[in-house]
């Protein structure tokens, strides 16, 4: 089940320039840093706010490290702006399978590492009225811990 809007994904071109941007015009601080090798950017989350499921609701800030990846490819494209969004949910996996039920293609066969450690899947944005879509489970959420620690299913 899908609880929260975890984040908002911004495609930029400079991350230090748009992190001063949210700071000085909003008054959001950086909560964390990353680079993602297998996504291909740089990242910074700013915390909006906590959640009554325990979780968060983030900004993400993303500058492509590479010029094949898909950020650095979208922003040649369109510019700067927002690329995606993310519901937060205690079981990717689940509704990741939900979503494939009712023929929405889910472009990862399981999720992958995002985030903080978080679990990431991404549905097709031509399937999702032209919005890519990701679905995240934070690290350390119980559906999460239990699914990984199975291995009868
Ligand atoms: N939002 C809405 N539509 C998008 C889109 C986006 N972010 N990215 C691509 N599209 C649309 C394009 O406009 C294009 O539409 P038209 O055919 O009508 O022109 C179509 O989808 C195909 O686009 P493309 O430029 O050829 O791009 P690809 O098919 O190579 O890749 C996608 C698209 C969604 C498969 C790819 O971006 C992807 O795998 N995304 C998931 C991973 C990701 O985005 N990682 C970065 C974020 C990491 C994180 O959040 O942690
Ligand atoms: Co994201």
Known sequence: MLT????IGIA????????????ATYGFEVFHTEVNDEQ????????????????SSYIQLLQPVR????VAKWLAKNGEGVH??????ADVDADAEAARERGVRV???????????S?????????CHG???????????SASSVSSASTDH
Do not use: Q, W
């Open 4 to 7: 929260r809007i975890d984040h």
């Open 12 to 23: 930029c071109f400079d991350l230090d320039r748009t992190v001063d941007f949210y700071r």
């Open 40 to 55: 291909g950017v740089r990242e910074a989350m700013l915390r909006i706010n906590g959640t009554d499921d325990g979780g």
């Open 67 to 70: 010029e094949d990846s898909t």
């Open 84 to 89: 995606h969004i993310a519901f937060g949910t």
């Open 107 to 117: 472009l990862y066969d399981e999720p992958r590492r995002g985030s903080m450690d």
């Open 119 to 127: 679990r990431i899947t991404f549905l097709h944005p031509k399937d």
């Open 131 to 141: 919005v890519l879509t990701e679905l995240v489970t934070a690290a350390g959420s």
